[in-house]
């Protein structure tokens, strides 16, 4: 069934359709997106779908979370692609405000995370990075006053961070973490990917394949801080450069020494050439 959704762009029209499908709705689900959307962000509006009789993906590449010297000018985008896909999926509302909506003139408050926003992964790396997509998520989350967000476990420290920051800030939504889409061969879907060479495409999947290879020898007991300094070793004999490859906690982020301080979820980020990528994959305890 295609519907075309409706596109608003600034907040009074967004007021007027929040307002209209709350009358016809008891449920608003809400999935915010950078855009270049691709099946891992679909999943989240199937997802979506299934949480709520409404359904609103936001658009916006917020300049927040892009440290100057990242990919923030570069970053793909293609509004009237997205929007195409997302009518198949029955979604009701886009919310694509520009940087002037989102960042009016005069704009000073902003978001300071802790607890997981501080677990010394991606912020150790990209210290902006959190308090830009907390003070953007709650923003998305006051304007369209959802009932339920659905973040991808892709960015897992992202999901934990986010999920942390409504219930210490008392936001009534409830977010939902959804698994990781791949490709076949296992790389995570991610917009980013299309910035991989050929040569480097088929590097990428080594990070799942040294990620399960991890999981496995932890569940049989191996040693942790041997596993992972074994999958570093892999990753960057392939030709990454590794930010990180640790074992946390999967609730807290701590770190883990044995798979006893467990559940335990393994996170990596890497880069391959002029492109970083991060994925992770939880230890399924027997
Ligand atoms: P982004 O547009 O990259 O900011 O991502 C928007 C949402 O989609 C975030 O909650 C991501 O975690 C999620 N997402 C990104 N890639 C994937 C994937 N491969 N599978 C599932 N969700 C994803």
């Known amino acids: 069934m295609v519907q075309k959704p409706q596109i608003v762009r600034t907040l009074a029209p967004l ?4 307002a209209k499908l709350r009358e016809k709705h008891e449920r608003i689900a809400l999935v915010p997106t950078m855009g270049a959307l ?5 999943s989240l509006v199937r997802q979506a779908r299934k949480a709520a009789g409404a359904v609103v993906v936001s658009i916006f590449v917020n300049p927040a979370q892009f440290a100057p010297t990242e990919d923030f ?7 009237h692609r997205d929007v195409t896909a997302l009518s198949k999926l029955g979604v009701d509302l886009i919310w694509a405000p520009n940087d002037a909506v989102m960042y009016p003139e005069g704009f000073s408050t902003a978001i300071s995370p802790g607890g997981p926003a501080k677990a010394g992964l991606e912020d150790a790396f990209r210290p902006h990075f959190f308090g830009g997509v907390t003070t953007v998520v709650a923003k998305l989350f006051l304007q369209v006053a959802p009932d339920a967000a659905m973040f991808g476990q892709k960015d897992y420290q992202q999901l934990k961070v986010v999920t942390r920051m409504a219930r210490d800030l008392d936001i009534p939504v409830t977010v939902t973490g959804c698994p990781t889409l791949r490709e076949k061969d296992g790389l995570a879907l991610s917009s980013r990917n299309v910035y991989l060479s050929p040569a480097e495409r088929r590097t990428a999947p080594i990070l799942y394949r040294v990620l399960k290879n991890s999981a496995a020898r932890i569940k049989a007991g191996e040693d942790v801080a041997t596993v992972m300094a074994d999958g570093r070793a892999a990753v960057e004999d392939a030709g990454f450069s590794v930010d990180y490859l640790e074992a946390r906690h999967a609730d807290t982020l701590a770190p883990v020494k044995a798979a006893g301080d467990g559940p335990i979820r393994l996170l990596v980020a890497a880069r391959l050439g002029k492109t970083r990528l991060i994925d992770n994959l939880g230890i399924q305890r027997t």
């Open 15 to 18: 007021r007027k359709a929040i």
């Open 38 to 42: 691709h099946d891992g962000h679909f």
């Open 73 to 79: 000018a570069s970053y793909p985008r293609d509004l």
